[in-house]
């Protein structure tokens, strides 16, 4: 008896671990944007060759809007610099607006600690200089908007799976959606492994604007292309599209299922086989739990 119950016990949990492998990836949660964090920069005023820099080489400073910034400001020499990050771009020698809209330090040395403050100016590149060496002490300060990364697009198919007969054709809807602001011209090309026909995809070229999505059409043909005697034979098949525009390139997968004329093609039954699979897994651990917990009050 009380190795059965360590059997049930077995059968029941590797049932619940498949039943939670098959929900999980409908419960898995998206990824969330890029958030705003505390930073602390340092910024020294050096000599390198006959000019003064910030840190040698005046750095682009990269912040994202709604980070806390904090700015630790020092000199490697004993001549005065002054910091002054220009968020109002109206150029160093404007003084006046220091603390209200522009971010300037005390004349260093000695070394000055800007108390953090939130970068709330819009997304953009400003410039940072030294009000005093303002030829060669510049740099470019960057603003990031928190909500938007990398402009980029996605590619996806109205199907990941299609069926065809022998003689026939199959098509699906590829669409291309921009993602953060991505705009322009993005090219198509499709190949279907092993080779066998050339596919079509109309139009072959999608122009997204920002925000947009578009859509071209995928069709395979299953017909005997002109140069072959015998038809396109039956069995599975692998449709790749990619889409590139400059140096950002998706690709996806379609697979194709080519069955006899006559009869349906293997593998294309119309029930849904995941969700079955699902019901019945789902039967089986009620059933199971409830006999192991019969069996344990005997
Ligand atoms: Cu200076």
């Known amino acids: 008896m009380r190795r059965k119950n360590i059997a049930g016990t077995l059968v029941c949990s590797i049932l619940l671990i498949g039943l939670t492998l098959y929900l999980a990836p409908s419960i898995l949660p998206s990824p969330l944007p890029v958030k705003a964090s505390s930073k602390t920069i340092s910024l020294v005023a050096t000599t390198n060759g006959a000019y003064y820099y910030w840190n040698s080489s005046n750095p682009t400073i990269t912040v994202t809007q709604g980070d806390t910034l904090t700015i630790d400001v020092s000199s490697s020499n004993s001549v005065a610099h002054r910091l002054l990050i220009d968020l109002d771009n109206d150029g160093y020698t404007d003084t006046t607006d220091c603390g209200s809209v522009d971010v300037c330090s005390n004349t260093v040395p000695p070394s000055y600690t800007i108390p953090p403050f939130t970068i709330n100016s819009d997304p953009g590149t400003y410039t940072y200089y030294c009000t005093i060496h303002p030829t060669s002490m510049f740099g470019s300060f960057v603003i990031l908007s928190p909500t938007s990364s990398v402009p980029d697009f996605t590619i996806l198919p109205s199907a990941t799976s299609l069926t065809a007969a022998q003689g026939s054709s199959a ?75 400059g140096s950002l390139s998706h690709s996806t997968t379609v697979s194709l299922v080519v069955g006899s004329t006559s009869t349906s093609p293997p593998g294309s039954s119309s029930l849904p086989v995941l969700p079955i699979i699902g019901g019945m897994i789902g039967a089986i651990v009620v059933v199971g739990v409830a006999v192991f917990l019969i069996r344990r009050k005997k």
Do not use: C, D, E, M
Request: proline fraction near 7%.
């Open 171 to 245: 098509t699906a809807t590829i669409t291309l959606t921009s993602v953060n602001g991505f705009s322009g011209s993005v090219t198509l090309a499709s190949a279907v492994s092993p080779f066998w026909s050339p596919t079509i995809l109309s139009p072959g070229s999608i122009n997204l604007s920002a925000g947009g999505s578009a859509s071209s059409t995928l069709t395979i043909s299953t017909s005997s292309p002109s140069y072959y005697s015998t038809p396109v034979a039956q069995g599975n098949y692998a449709v790749n599209v990619t889409a590139s525009s």
